[in-house]
């Protein structure tokens, strides 16, 4: 099958555009219409013949590098390939003119996503959907969250283009051919593909979902700044990670959930070894032991609830587990109980009904293996008419009861009046600080006083990588802090 070179080209010449930037040799345009316009090098009619013979001839070895080779020395390589073709059509004269622009489409053809390519690439797309011929691939998009989906001008308009499409997908996610009727995998830079037919016609476009790694997710710095969460809800959820707490997140698509899992990761012993269970590879933690384990949409529970259970031979001290269901957190939390702390996502909105319900954790659980406490994440809308992730509520379950009941430390709704009260108020309200104090061995306003120090110093340096946020954290762990003046 030939590969066929298409260009993407952007009209925006009656668009509104409210945000433009470049990925590689393409421009995007964001507008404000809510949609994701790509502008791609121009290919003419000859040069798009030329590079389709190019790209047919040259498929079968761009390879990403592997062993030994690095990456620069792979371009190095097709670079060279490139010229060899050309030379052989007898065509180099005219690639010479237009060498540059030749590789990009070599690149995001046979080596790349073809048309999905620029998507791929852009670290500012969450999700990619491609929902039918003729339909304009749909993303999602970290600065514009108040538009939901954002319209493309990709739109995959015949067999061929979705015979390469699906085909291509498949070999990145190390299928050597399409399978029916859903098949799904990751590909090596760890972003989860899904592709399920609804039609059993062997020219049916299938529904596709990808679901994107970030590979810079924010720090703990990102969400104090954007006021996602306080420097003291920070301390406070730091101070629990370490008495190995049981907590669980709540929240919709996009609230934050993810991000609030990644700094208390982040916000807990360098030297502590972390498993991560999740269905996309999200999390990112800096320690240096740390392990990842994937749940793919078509296991089922099953495969979660023995993961986390043998986690617990793996000897972890600190578990995150990325989207559960009510039925799932009760069997995890019960499988995972080892003394380490655990921290699970779930989509869901009430925490109430999630904990409490017929299914939930806290109705089916022990004292013993019921979460410490939840929080709850939500999408806000700011005066400039943007979205932002934050801390709606966090509340605190007394373990010295058999029946659940919670006390709420902070709330940041519409309704509440400021911000959350301050450090010896929530020492007033809360149980699991003293108890958590009481584990460690501190002065719990000593103790909170001192992570948010840090946390302050990681604002001042603008530290708004997980790395560098991570160095100026794990200050709180050296010898002789630990024996200073924050322990009674």
Request: with cysteine.
């Amino acid at each position: 099958m030939a590969v066929r070179s298409t260009a993407l080209e952007a009209d925006i010449r009656q668009a509104e555009i409210i945000e433009q930037y470049r990925v590689g040799m393409a421009t995007v345009y964001i507008t404000s219409d809510a949609r994701y316009l790509i502008q791609e090098p121009r290919l003419p009619r000859e040069e798009h013949e030329i590079c389709s013979r190019i790209n047919e001839r040259l498929a079968p070895f761009l390879q990403p590098p592997g062993g030994s080779k690095d990456k620069a020395e792979w371009m190095h390589d097709i670079e060279e390939r490139i010229w060899r073709e050309a030379q052989r059509i007898r065509r180099a004269d005219r690639v010479s003119d237009f060498f540059a622009v030749l590789k990009y489409y070599v690149m995001r053809d046979a080596a790349g996503y073809g048309l999905l390519d620029v998507p791929f690439s852009d670290d500012m797309v969450g999700e990619i959907f491609v929902d039918g011929r003729g339909i304009e691939v749909a993303v999602t998009h970290r600065n514009h969250r108040e538009f939901g989906l954002l319209d493309t001008n990709i739109v995959i308009g015949d067999d061929i283009q979705t015979g390469l499409l699906v085909s291509g997908l498949a070999r990145k996610i190390g299928r050597t051919e399409p399978a029916r009727p859903i098949m799904e995998g990751i590909t090596d830079q760890k972003h989860r593909v899904t592709i399920a037919y609804v039609d059993a016609a062997p020219s049916a476009c299938p529904a596709i979902t990808v679901s994107k790694f970030q590979a810079t997710p924010p720090a703990i710095t990102g969400l104090l700044l954007s006021g996602t969460l306080s420097r003291l809800e920070a301390a406070y959820l730091w101070m629990l990670n370490d008495a190995c707490a049981t907590g669980l997140v709540a929240g919709g698509r996009g609230s934050g959930k993810t991000a609030l899992l990644n700094s208390i990761a982040t916000m807990s012993n360098p030297r502590w070894r972390v498993i991560t269970i999740e269905q996309v590879r999200a999390l990112r933690v800096p320690h240096r032991h740390a392990m990842s384990f994937d749940i793919g949409p078509l296991d089922g529970p099953a495969r979660l609830v023995g993961l986390a259970g043998a986690s617990r031979w793996m000897r972890p001290d600190l578990l995150l587990v990325d989207c559960l269901t009510a039925e799932e957190a009760h069997e995890v939390f019960r499988s995972a109980q080892n003394g380490q702390a655990l921290v699970a996502s779930t989509n869901c909105h009430d925490i109430d009904s999630l904990l409490c319900g017929p299914a939930g954790p806290c109705t089916k659980s022990s004292p013993r293996t019921m979460p410490w406490y939840a929080a709850s994440m939500s999408q806000f809308r700011t005066p400039d008419g943007k979205y932002a992730p934050r801390m709606t509520s966090l509340v605190e379950f007394d373990p010295s009861r058999k029946a659940p009941s919670g006390t709420e430390l902070f709330c940041n709704s519409r309704a509440a009046a400021g911000r959350p009260e301050g450090i010896e108020g929530i020492l007033k309200k809360s149980r699991l600080a003293g108890h958590a104090a009481k584990i460690l061995g501190v002065d719990p306003l000593a103790d909170l006083q001192s992570r948010i120090r840090l946390l302050d110093e990681c604002l001042e340096k603008r530290a708004e990588k997980i790395e560098d946020a991570f160095e100026i954290l794990k200050k709180y762990y050296l010898p002789d802090r630990i024996a200073g003046s924050h322990h009674k």
